[in-house]
């Protein structure tokens, strides 16, 4: 996109219900809401290219809290709330009193006085990531309502047990940047397969977000894993029904070869098993650390099996044209570069490494675009004043 | 307060001393001093509330250097550094070169530079957290003095080991929005009460702060704890001077129960007796581990006789009206929640939860308007010119 | 400086090649390149003394690197940010997913999607932190030039192991201060003292900075040390080879008496040999516990032959009218403050401290200078531009 103004107009047709609602999961939005996202973030890219500044706060903090390490996520999240203007503070929980057996709700009020969002990363429990992000949405909800609060800050889920939305919409946005519209990704096979990684215990988000997402778009989906490796039932399921709403597919198989086969888009990623993350789970809460290095060692042991689930270019070769636009969140376990033996190897990396680069570049918008709609009922006439008002984002 | 300019016009007429001057210890302010920081804080909460931007900072930094775990003062002092404009920089002392032995006068100049406000919290040493405050203040007169510095930065305390002022003035806060008005806080009855915790060497420092703020409106304040729990004595006689000045009370007693008795407002929490905060000290100077477990030991048991010290609704009937007013500063020790046996029953607590996040939420309007007050030397003016400019904080 | 009008006309005439640049090493700056960023910095430094906001950026991020501890140098790097309106964003390596093996071309991307400017430190291994930047640079040049990132971050050299340029500019600015130009300096002799320190493997970028960068004004420089604490023999060349073409000369010498008669000026600071530096970086890539132990145990037990490398009073009386400016990065290691034998005498040191101080409070001025000029063509210019719009740093 090149044009602003044409942006805004065609965002503006768009009635989206995102105006003040967290966003969890993206099988909880409405097509036009996603659609809505997409626009905002696309227009928000292009301002900033253009040193068109959409800094919509003259004060305000958005709060971080990741329960688990990120370098993209957290720097895109801290990127889309520096471009509307607001400051992040993390909630560093071995830093804080929270230690001292602090209730989840106290804590979500505590952080909130002058907060305008809180963006959380919780992928470590089965089961609860999703569901920490809810109590903590109730919490905010009882302060909001009972006066506590000014506002009701605003969700963003930066990656949980179930989703990783911001991941899958910059994934999205990427695929409508490089067919040049959601349309043209009807009738195009996306394979999501697992692939072999040194590490242990990747979360099922990923995946999950991914089948979830691309399967609302008549895309053909084939989720490709061992036998043994399913992710959570449930959210197949959705999948499959998403699929069949917008006559795409969904099939799952077990051959990594099979699937590349006329693949026009590839998503080769590790991730752990299901019942193996359900009994982590429950281990990790039993606090049972010798229970807990058993199960690592029988996953690394059972991993081991499928060191030749890789994508290289043997694979590549078998794709559409031999050249599927290969796909990853970063960072990959790459054969020789990163670990021995890896999801990916170097040259076939190399060959699209630029390309994953640049999928990764649209996060901090899509982060943004989350933020913007919550906080503005009409998104695009918000940005048009954004554009008459025509502020610089560098200048003297 | 709703309407922003009755407010400021209030303020207009009360002449203050804060202009420069560190915010270390409410008895040091006087009655002036304490009705500004009150008025200015209602004020930019109101302002806050209706859209309002009081940024003044165009840039600038604000320093905190926490020595002791926070959440709600942490995030309190980036709300109120953030809301005026300030960016807030951590003073890490584990990530800076400070282990090499550099001395707290050069440090507090390295840090200054283009600093506008120091925030620390030192609440560990006895004798030692006000002092090293002293010291830092010292220091950047000299550096101010000497040129080092172009401006003064000021010192906000964040809770040492005599005051806790930023508490105890978000607590005069939520009392006079519960009550109405400062003057009607006299003849009310209120008691600061020691409750059993399970955990160990909790500060003095808001038991002493509440009592010697209280103390200066003419209300009835009941200090009640188990014999041998004594506060620092020098800061009892302040509240009692205070009281006296008043024409309020101070009773100390040693029986929660009777403490209650028709009782407009309670505080029941816990703290470490005087004489061990005192040998605690000396053990954490002298590096003595097993000297330190010992006296942890010793305390917790000696803290086990008084289980009975729980705030219930049994205690709570025996309140004025059966309802007095509950406060703490959080997060409380809450039995069958936070720990087995604690400060409060969760019925208790529940009953005033709400209440207690509210109480919360004044801190940091308390805090920017501790740094507001420092910054202009005529503060109704300032806030009037803020009025006129319009500007706000969120908007296109 | 205090018309800060005559301070950019002065700016006007001068060529510089800062544009776009990254600013790693004084010597790969031309004079007017160094010329150009003392200007600047003493424009902003007035301006931030007179209230007038430099601020260039609405929005924007700066990334801060930092692989070894810092506290001077991260706070005049987030006040110089903070001060051009850039918020600053903590690569911490710890709470990131670099450790799954994440390549440094990948990462630098990946944290500069909306970031103007990274700052690294990286000064630990000896042959690597320069190099290290140049990978972060050539890989933001990759991303830049592929559509990755809308622009180019500028990198700045906040210390490696060749050079601490933003040191040595900062103590350049400080001479200017005192002798009133640059010209003044020409003649006087400076002496970079090796000193005693009970500390082990201080870096050797101070030392190297300052001869590398003093020689270039036509000082006559000695570098003073015991056999054996020699420099990297690459950069004491291009020291000689600036005094010969400066007019001023380099004398290496080996004993601090003789070496402080008639010094104008002096820089007594500890660092290790050239070669131990090499060993040591090997046996760290190698992880040689032992061996590192045992490389620590010589090298201490070969500095205890050289406590007589001590600046005190007795050797200030040697320099020029007893009385030499003395110089210092700082912390200094104070004999009987912060150890107890080190670098300089409590009473030679004090008669100088705030003087230490004046000479760090440059720094930050250093950096923004850096960044300005990376991103201004034309410094003059939009310093001027900056005047005209007359914006406050602190107003209501």
Redesign the interface.
């Known amino acids: 996109m090149k044009n602003i103004n044409e942006g805004i107009e065609s965002l503006a047709g768009i009635k989206s219900n995102l105006f003040g609602k967290d966003f969890l999961l993206t099988w909880e939005k409405s097509d036009n809401d996603l659609r809505t996202i997409l626009g905002v973030a696309e227009v928000l890219r292009e301002m900033?290219?253009q040193n068109i500044?959409p800094?919509?706060?003259?004060?305000?903090?958005a709060?971080s809290n990741?329960r688990d390490?990120?370098?993209?996520t957290?720097?895109?999240f801290?990127?889309a709330c520096?471009?509307?203007?607001l400051?992040?503070?993390d909630?560093d929980e071995e830093?804080?009193?929270?230690?001292?057996?602090?209730?989840v709700r106290?804590?979500a009020?505590?952080?909130s006085?002058?907060?305008?969002f809180i963006g959380i990363r919780d992928d470590i429990f089965l089961g609860e990531g999703n569901k920490y992000m809810r109590e903590v949405g109730a919490a905010l909800d009882?302060?909001f309502e009972?006066?506590?609060?000014?506002v009701r800050p605003g969700i963003v889920n930066l990656q949980c047990d179930m989703d990783h939305p911001t991941q899958s919409m910059a994934d999205l946005m990427h695929l409508k940047d490089i067919y040049g519209s959601i349309e043209s990704l009807r009738g195009k096979k996306i394979v999501m397969s697992w692939a072999y990684s040194p590490?242990y215990g990747k979360p099922l988000s990923v995946p999950q977000g991914i089948i979830a997402l691309m399967s609302r778009f008549g895309m053909q989906i084939e989720l490709a894993y061992p036998e043994g490796y399913d992710l959570i039932p449930g959210i197949v399921e959705i999948a499959e029904k998403n699929a069949l709403e917008s006559g795409g597919s969904l099939t799952i198989s077990h051959s990594m070869e099979e699937a590349m086969k006329d693949a026009d888009i590839v998503y080769p990623k590790s991730w752990a098993p299901f019942h193996i993350m359900l009994l982590r789970t429950q281990l990790l809460k039993d606090g049972d650390k010798s229970g807990l290095k058993d199960l690592e060692q029988l996953c690394l042991s059972n991993n081991a099996k499928f060191t030749e689930w890789e994508y290289n270019e043997a694979r590549m070769k078998l794709t559409k044209n031999g050249s599927a636009l290969y796909m990853h969140c970063?960072?990959a376990?790459i054969s020789g570069?990163?670990?021995k033996k890896g999801e990916v190897s170097a040259p076939a990396f190399e060959k699209s490494?630029?390309q994953t680069?640049?999928e990764?570049?649209f996060?901090?918008y899509v982060i943004a675009a989350m933020m913007f709609a919550n906080?503005?009922e009409n998104p695009a006439e918000?940005l048009s004043?954004?554009m008459e008002?025509d502020?610089?984002?560098?200048?003297?």
Chains 1, 2, 3 share one sequence.
């Open positions: 900033r290219k500044s800094r919509v706060f003259d004060s305000g903090l709060i990741f390490n990120s370098t993209r957290r720097f895109s801290a990127s520096n471009l509307l203007g400051a992040v503070q909630l830093k804080s009193q929270i230690a001292h057996g602090e209730t106290e804590t009020n505590m952080i006085f002058l907060s305008d009882e302060g009972n006066g506590v609060l000014p590490s970063l960072p376990d570069v990163s670990c490494r630029i680069y640049r990764a570049g996060k901090p906080k503005f918000a004043k954004i008002r502020r610089r984002r560098f200048s003297f």
